[in-house]
């Protein structure tokens, strides 16, 4: 597939797109989370494309597979309102609070702090302590 | 004469006291239902936020008597079958679900029973619910979960692929239905002892007493209790309530209680970091809630219609500036679509400790790829292309701005 964006000619390879975007999306639905940290590297190391086709387009692949997910799960009744109100405000006050933190510190320094504690806390769900 | 009258009576009350002796008069008291039942009373009518409730009572002697305990709030269980079955030696995949699970059960056993308990306890998860009713004798007493009505659905891999639950099988008969409620009682409460305790304390009398507890995440409203001994001979049911209060809240779905601050001051800080480490939050905090004893579908069900705003707001800036190549964003939407309508189909199947185990394995890539991105060699191809993302930002932004004063 060839795509125009702001006067330059991109190839999409639609093989490893189609499938990659599939699978990410079960997984994100699934579990729940949202799919960009995936997203994200599959359009870029696996489509080619430049960072900044990948900002906005990746986000609304995204949305269409949250939109999707959440009905799904309000379908299944796994919705909960009250649980939902409790955490939706919260969810926009990061949101707006996040992006200002995040011009004053180090990415590095952050993504080193996350990676600590993504893997403590796959070690504690898969059980390891 | 006065004295023969006073004889009379004397007389005529030990005739009466003999034949009261014999049993003459005894019908009216029926004594084999004296023997034969329990009496029971609770030492408070309400609890505030759970709390422990003393249950004491008299039963015939010698008997082991049971204490079911169970909410009046009903909640969601479901399980699928997958397990070899040993005559036929196929997986059945039969999904069980039912709506009328109590939010709350507790089945007290005699503390003579400990051991059985213990000897469940040792199995680790793989405890079984019919097993420990069997060893303490408490199969009978089982009673308020074996009322929940429950639907089975015969799940193939394609259902799951199309993000059915199967065909609806026929209603199962009471005795089914109570063998089924088993499994759903572990798959919902997970732990040995959240349902079971050994702490009915009887005397050779037969007089009873246990405590009741009622941890504070228990839901709100009525609680019933029941004395029994087997299926025929029990107490009254007994009635309590248990009161919640600001900032306490109960969350109808996931069946408990929870203080109102603790999701959120968590999501806000959880999402903050999130945002900062450029992941969205869901991965941190959706295990932190499973962890906490949220069941994982509502979880994963709440949690994700929560990113649904900001995605949205993200989508209308870049749009606004014609930032977003609607070919790539649509085709691969248009993947996405499908996996989303198939994702929650399976948190339904899935166990909460295959939930874990999965979950830990994306979270070990998700700690990969973010290692990837602190190595030099990316930190050095990703500043030019940052470079150039700002670059071409400024001329969208530009561009939006000359057609804005041009369109004056």
């Known amino acids: ?51 900044y086709v990948i900002v906005g387009s990746s986000l609304l692949a995204i949305f269409f597979n949250t939109l999707m997910g959440s009905a799904r799960h309000y379908g299944f009744g796994n919705f909960d309102p009250t649980f939902f109100v409790l955490m939706f405000p919260a969810a926009i006050i990061g949101g707006f609070v996040g992006p200002r933190i995040a011009k004053r510190v180090s990415p590095i320094v952050v993504k080193r702090v996350a990676i600590v504690g993504l893997s403590i806390l796959a070690a504690s769900l898969l059980g390891l302590f | 004469m006065k004295r023969q009258w006073l004889k009379l009576i004397i007389i005529s009350i030990a005739i009466f006291f003999l034949m009261y002796q014999d049993g003459v008069f005894a019908e009216e008291i029926k004594p084999e239902a004296a023997t034969e039942r329990i009496t029971a009373q609770l030492d408070k009518p309400s609890l505030k936020g759970g709390g422990t409730i003393m249950i ?64 469940q306890r040792k199995l680790g998860r793989k405890w079984s619910v019919s097993a420990l009713l069997r060893n303490t004798g408490a199969t009978a007493a089982f009673e308020a979960p074996a009322k929940a009505k429950i639907d089975r659905y015969q799940t193939t891999l394609w259902a799951s692929v199309v993000g059915s639950r199967g065909e609806l099988l026929s209603p199962m008969t009471e005795f089914e239905n109570k063998r089924r409620a088993m ?58 309530e248990n009161f919640i209060s600001f900032p306490q809240v109960y969350l109808g779905n996931a069946g408990r209680t929870i203080n109102m601050f603790v999701p959120f001051l968590l999501t806000a800080a959880i999402t903050t970091f999130g945002v900062i480490m450029g992941a969205g939050g869901g991965f941190i905090l959706n295990p932190i809630l499973v962890m906490m004893g949220l069941p994982h579908t509502v979880v994963a069900g709440t ?79 990703n500043k030019k292309e940052q470079a150039i993302l700002k670059e071409f930002l400024r001329r969208a932004q530009e561009a939006k701005q000359k057609k804005m004063e041009g369109g004056k």
Do not use: H
């Open chain 1, 1 to 51: 597939m060839k795509v125009e964006f702001w006067g330059q000619e991109f190839k999409v390879n639609l093989f490893i797109g189609i499938p990659g975007a599939f699978l990410i999306a079960v997984a994100s639905a699934m579990f729940g989370f949202g799919g960009g940290p995936f997203m994200v590297p599959l359009m870029a190391v696996g489509l080619r494309l430049p960072m």
């Open chain 2, 56 to 119: 004491t009572g008299k039963a015939p002697e010698g008997k082991p008597v049971y204490v079911e305990v169970w909410s009046e709030r009903k909640v969601r269980a479901a399980r699928l079958d997958s397990e070899i079955d040993k005559e036929t030696g196929k997986r059945p995949y039969i999904f069980y679900l039912t709506d009328e699970m109590p939010g709350f059960y507790n089945l007290l056993v005699p503390s003579v029973f400990s051991d059985a308990l213990d000897e």
């Open chain 2, 183 to 240: 499994p759903l009682v572990k798959a919902k409460f997970r732990d040995l002892d959240v349902v079971f305790k050994a702490t009915v304390e009887i005397n050779p009398d037969g007089s009873f007493k246990a405590p009741i507890e009622l941890p504070s995440n228990a839901p709100p409203g009525k609680y019933y209790v029941v004395a029994k001994i087997d299926k025929d001979i029990k107490s009254e049911t007994l009635m309590f």
């Open chain 2, 303 to 381: 949690v994700m219609p929560t990113v649904l705003f900001s995605q949205g707001t993200g989508i209308y800036n870049y749009a606004r500036i014609k930032f977003i190549s609607f070919k790539v964003g649509i085709t691969l939407g248009l993947a996405m679509v499908a996996g989303g309508f198939i994702g929650p189909k399976l948190t339904e199947l899935i166990t909460l400790a295959q939930y874990k185990f999965l979950f830990g394995i994306v979270l070990i890539i998700l700690a990969a790829l973010m290692f990837w991105q602190t190595t030099p060699k990316y930190l050095e191809k």
